[in-house]
Structures are given as C-alpha cells and as structure tokens.
C-alpha cells in the first residue's frame, strides 16, 4: 500500500539519515520539518573542524590544556571537541546563543578568529538528504523497455584508464559490459531480504561509465555505506584511499550544501594537501538534485569538474538538478537504464512510500548521480584516443561542450562526443 501522507521527499530521506546516525547528527535549522526551504544541511553533533596550523589558535581561546587526542587527526584537519563545560563570554553576540550547542561554538571561533577558521563536520551523502543524489528511487524497467543500455563502439574506448568511483560499494552484476569492474562489496539487502535504500547506487554507476568508455579500469570503493553517507572528515582518508589505487578519474555522485555556503574544509585541505601534487588527476562530482543554485560541495569548488542533468530530452535542465555559475557542464541524466541488483525494494520517499518494486539485475534511475559518471566515461574516452591526462581531457571536452552550450543553461554534452567530433 502506497503511503498518501504529506510528508515530502526531502523530508523522507532527512528522517532516513536521522535514523542511522541517532544523537550524533542534527539538521540546520533544527525547525527543519516547518522550514519554507527544509533543512539546509546535515553536522556532527559535540565537535567540529579545525586545520592542524589553526589549532593551536583555536585551542587558546577555549583556555583548552587537555592533551590533544590522536584519534581527531586526519591529515591536515581535527575534529576538534571544545572543552566540556566552557562558559561563553558575557559579551557573545546575542544571535550565537540561539544557535545548537555545536553551531554556537563555530560561531564563536567565527567572532574570535575570522569566518572559516572553524565549520562543522558535514554530513556528505549519496541518500537525498537536503540536497539529493540520486533525484529519484530507482524504477522497475518494464518488459518492452530496451534490455540493455547503449555501449559504445566507437573507437576511443577508455583502454589504459582507470576511474574510481567514490561510493556504497559494488554488487557483482553478470551483466557483460560490467566485465572487470570491481571493488568493495556493498551489504545490499537488509534483514528481512529487501534491497536497501540506495544499495546499487556505485553499481549503476559504474555501468555508466562502462557504456561510454568500455575498456576503461573501474573501482567502486565502499564510503558512503551507514543510509548512503559519511562525515566529511571520516571522507577525507576515503579518499586518500582511492588515490592509492593510483587513477587518471575519481567519481564522486555525492555532496551537501554547507554553512553559510562556504566551502567544504575537509575538501579544501584534501585539495591542498593531496589533490594538488598529483598531475593530471581529475575529480568529476555530481552537482546535486535540489533544483537550486545554492553551492553543492565539493561540486561547487574550483577544483572539481562539476556536472548538472539534463531531462530525458537532453534539450534542458532536468528539474530537480541544481544549477548555477559553479555548474560547468550538464549531460544526460534523466531516465537512464543501466545494471542494478536483484530482490525486491520497498519505496522509502514521497510520493511512493510503501510501493513494492521487483528487479532483475537492472534499473531506470535519475538523477545528477548518473550525468557524473556518464561525463567521467567521456573524458576516459577521450583520453583513450588523444593520450592526454585527465584534467587536460576534460578541459578540452569542456571546450567542445560550451561550443554547443544551451541559451540559459550552460555547456552540454552527450555520449558519443569524446572526442568532440560528432
């Protein structure tokens, strides 16, 4: 029976989340169920983010002489938790102690020391959140619909590249262009023997990638595995762990809007730190599926190869992928048929809750997800034909994509235009 409550989307899969991590995480604005605009984004309760070289700083103005835990350190940045029991300043602006425990203490290091010296530790997330990725539940495909997705023929196929695809894992698929495809095995069914929210999610991915650049290395790495997500400061050795694997791409289909939209520190220090000494490394993300021009990090960083959906026409905007000037190309995304698991799936959201859906080892899903890895395969394409490094790819693909830009919207692409030359 199809639940009719009033409950939306977002709502539905903020309460997911919520369930999983318990009293750990709290939404902004607390008040998110009345909110006009829901909740804006998803933070660890009791600590927040500091770079190593701000701590010290930070650290004397709670008066803090505990000895600093090991266990907080990530490369470059520490969850740093304030000091139980701290009295504020009789003088705090009167606007901070309206704020949760957690966003007050940000706030303060804010009015002590500068904006962005402090932010919380986001939740980033696959699962829709406040921001979702992917924009739908997937679908059943129906008996008349093509059997298998378009693979490509073309001749630059993505042989000698190797993608990693950020994600929930992989679930192993007979399906022959998944062939070689491997990586860490996702626990797609739950208890009762149901396909679980979001469980597929980097097996349709990677089969994107594989219709487009079939011959092309590809990894799923197990993140975003407690209801679709992570704490950005647990993603940031994730993601050390990708570069291990030593690829020319990294896909990223996941995300969160920010406070105060500034930028994600854990990705800002990732970046400096690690992102920035590998030549020629690429990270293609999703730019989420708010339908919104609100910045959806990482997407939204400089650094990022950032990609929109189109609809099912490829002639306009999906209508739930965000948009913006941090948007640098959008493909198709809408309606996509590609490999997916076996079982049955109990619809979680708005306006499906409570359906029951069977599938045979594929799906039709939308969602900004889906363009990402379809971009991805294009630049391995390319890469396969050219012999250029990721990044000088991609910008060459963004140049051909601008040249055919849709008034209003921004550069497109399509597959079968790797090389630019169809």
């Not at 698991?341 to 939308?366: M, N, T, V």
Request: aromatic share 8%; glycine share 10%.
């Amino acid at each position: 029976m199809v639940d009719q409550s009033p409950e939306t989307k977002e709502q539905a899969q903020i309460q997911l989340i919520l369930d999983e991590f318990g009293a750990d995480v709290a939404v902004d604005p607390p008040n998110w169920r009345e909110a006009p605009d829901g909740g804006r984004y998803l933070y660890r309760t009791g600590r927040m983010l500091v770079r190593d070289r701000d701590l010290p700083r930070v650290r004397a103005i709670y008066g803090d002489l505990r000895e600093p835990s090991p266990d907080n350190g990530i490369n470059g940045l520490t969850r740093y938790e304030p000091p139980p029991g701290f009295a504020f300043p009789e003088d705090e602006p009167p606007a901070n102690r309206l704020l949760s425990p957690t966003l007050r203490h940000v706030a303060y290091v804010d009015w002590m020391l500068g904006r962005h010296v402090a932010t919380p530790d986001h939740l980033f997330f696959v699962t829709g959140g406040v921001s979702p990725c992917p924009g739908d539940e997937p679908h059943s495909v129906a008996i008349d619909e093509p059997p298998l997705p378009g693979v490509s023929s073309d001749p630059c196929d993505g042989a000698g590249v190797k993608i990693v695809v950020v994600d929930v894992g992989w679930s192993d698929n007979p399906a022959p262009w998944l062939k070689g495809v491997r990586g860490d095995v996702e626990e797609a069914h739950d208890k009762k023997g149901f396909i679980k929210q979001y469980a597929g999610h980097g097996t349709f991915i990677a089969g994107v990638i594989k219709c487009i650049a079939p011959q092309a290395e590809v990894v799923v790495k197990g993140v975003f595995t407690r209801a679709g997500a992570a704490w950005e400061s647990d993603l940031v050795p994730k993601l050390d762990e990708a570069l291990q694997e030593s690829p020319d791409i990294i896909s990223l289909s996941a995300g969160t809007q920010t406070r105060e939209l500034l930028s994600s520190m854990g990705f800002d220090v990732w970046f400096e730190e690690r992102l920035s000494k590998v030549k020629g490394l690429l990270l293609v993300c999703a730019a989420g599926n708010h339908n919104s021009r609100v910045p959806f990090y990482p997407a939204a960083s400089p650094e990022t190869l950032s990609v929109g959906a189109l609809d099912f026409d490829g002639q306009q905007r999906a209508p739930y992928s965000n948009y913006g000037h941090w948007v640098d190309v959008f493909a198709p995304g809408t309606d996509l048929i590609n490999a997916f698991l076996d079982g049955q799936y109990i619809c979680d959201e708005p306006p499906h809750k409570g359906e029951l859906r069977k599938f045979s080892g594929r799906a039709r899903w939308s969602g900004t997800s889906f363009s990402t890895p379809l971009v991805a395969g294009l630049v391995a394409a390319r890469m396969s034909s050219t012999g250029e490094n990721a990044r000088d790819a991609a910008d060459a693909l963004l140049r051909f994509a601008r040249g055919q830009a849709i008034h209003g919207l921004g550069a497109v692409v399509y597959p079968g235009q790797a090389c630019g030359c169809k």
